[in-house]
Nanobody, 119 residues
Framework: QVQLVESGGGLVQAGGSLRLSCAAS????????MGWYRQAPGKQRELVAT???????NYADSVKGRFTISRDNAKNKVYLQMNSLKPEDTADYYC?????????????WGQGTQVTVSS
């Protein structure tokens, strides 16, 4: 089992910055891809950014150039630096981790942290 705990959400004005953190604990030795997803009220959860254990990143088009995902494998943490925030970035942000165990794939989620961007 893997436990994920997010932190760093809050209220910020448009154009501001926030940094989200996610700490993983438990069976973290075989974690592969970690990432951030978000869900705005009335909308489906969507991918924000992912990063593999080797450091390969992937971003949603809507955040490219503004958000940066990074990972500290030694500390089992993943971060999301969010700059130039827009009101449409307002959502609950969820940390995700994928673990491979033999032929099985396990998907883990944090509880979420709220980000509100005021105009």
């Amino acid at each position: 089992q893997v436990q994920l705990v997010e932190s760093g959400g809050g209220l910020v004005q448009a154009g501001g910055s926030l940094r989200l953190s996610c700490a993983a604990s438990g069976s973290v030795f075989s974690l592969n891809t970690m990432g951030w997803y978000r869900q705005a009220p009335g909308k489906q959860r969507e991918l924000v950014a992912t990063i593999t254990s080797g450091g390969t990143t992937n971003y949603a088009d809507s955040v490219k150039g503004r958000f940066t995902i990074s990972r500290d494998n030694a500390k089992n943490k993943v971060y999301l630096q969010m700059n130039s925030l827009k009101p449409e970035d307002t959502a609950d942000y969820y940390c995700n981790a994928v673990r491979f165990a033999g032929h099985s794939v396990y998907d883990y989620w944090g509880q979420g942290t709220q980000v509100t961007v005021s105009s």
